[in-house]
T-cell receptor, first 117, second 112 residues
């Protein structure tokens, strides 16, 4: 089954304790992205990756890191979480328009609800 | 700068009637538009899309209309069903880019 998986689904942590949220896709997609969803703000892009070893900042990258060592995995790292990073996080993947695919609907993972105390 | 706007945070419709969700955009370089549906505790799922070279795309009960001159798109659901109750996001993509820019969402409630 084609899917994007995220772990953990729920996480409560304390300020400053490093954490990683994993994301994996089995569709051989080039493009992967992380979003956060906050009330009244919709989905905002944190970081994205066009392919292995190619990552770039989205609209709200402060306080986050990512890596793309393998095509299927795109972990999100919070090295020193703060309460303003309490949010619902989604990972997504798609084929890439820059590779010639026009219809690049993104497939989303189930989400990770993070609370930073 | 909110390039994709959904000005109605919520919409309530009776079962069997039409639901119309609206979305406005500001960037004329957008050439591909999508609608996503999101249930609580799940990720958004792709619903329907439209290319800027078309003005209508239909898939079963769902139809998306695009008015390029007004920079406006709408999603029509006919007939509405209780299972359609969810948050709907519109999104847009610029030519030759992969980034999707999302609106803030509209919560649709379909009541019996």
């Amino acid at each position: 089954e084609a899917q994007v998986t995220q772990n953990p689904r729920y996480l409560i942590t304390v300020t400053g304790k490093k954490l990683t949220v994993t994301c994996s896709q089995n569709m051989n997609h080039e493009y992967m992205s992380w979003y956060r969803q906050d009330p009244g703000l919709g989905l905002r892009q944190i970081y994205y990756s066009m392919n292995v070893e190619v990552t770039d900042k989205g609209d709200v990258p402060e306080g986050y890191k990512v890596s793309r060592k393998e095509k299927r995995n795109f972990p999100l790292i919070l090295e020193s979480p703060s309460p303003n990073q309490t949010s619902l996080y989604f990972c997504a993947s798609s084929l890439s328009r820059t590779s010639g695919f026009y219809y690049n609907e993104q497939f989303f993972g189930p989400g990770t609800r993070l609370t930073v105390l | 700068d909110q390039q994709v706007k959904q000005n109605s945070p919520s919409l309530s419709v009776q079962e069997g009637r039409i639901s119309i969700l609206n979305c406005d955009y500001t960037n004329s370089m957008f050439d591909y538009f999508l609608w996503y549906k999101k249930y609580p505790a799940e990720g958004p799922t792709f619903l329907i899309s439209i290319s800027s070279i078309k003005d209508k795309n239909e898939d079963g009960r769902f139809t998306v209309f695009l008015n390029k001159s007004a920079k406006h798109l709408s999603l029509h659901i006919v007939p509405s069903q209780p299972g359609d109750s969810a948050v709907y996001f519109c999104a847009a993509s610029r030519i030759n880019t992969d980034k999707l820019i999302f609106g803030t969402g509209t919560r649709l409630q379909v009541f019996p």
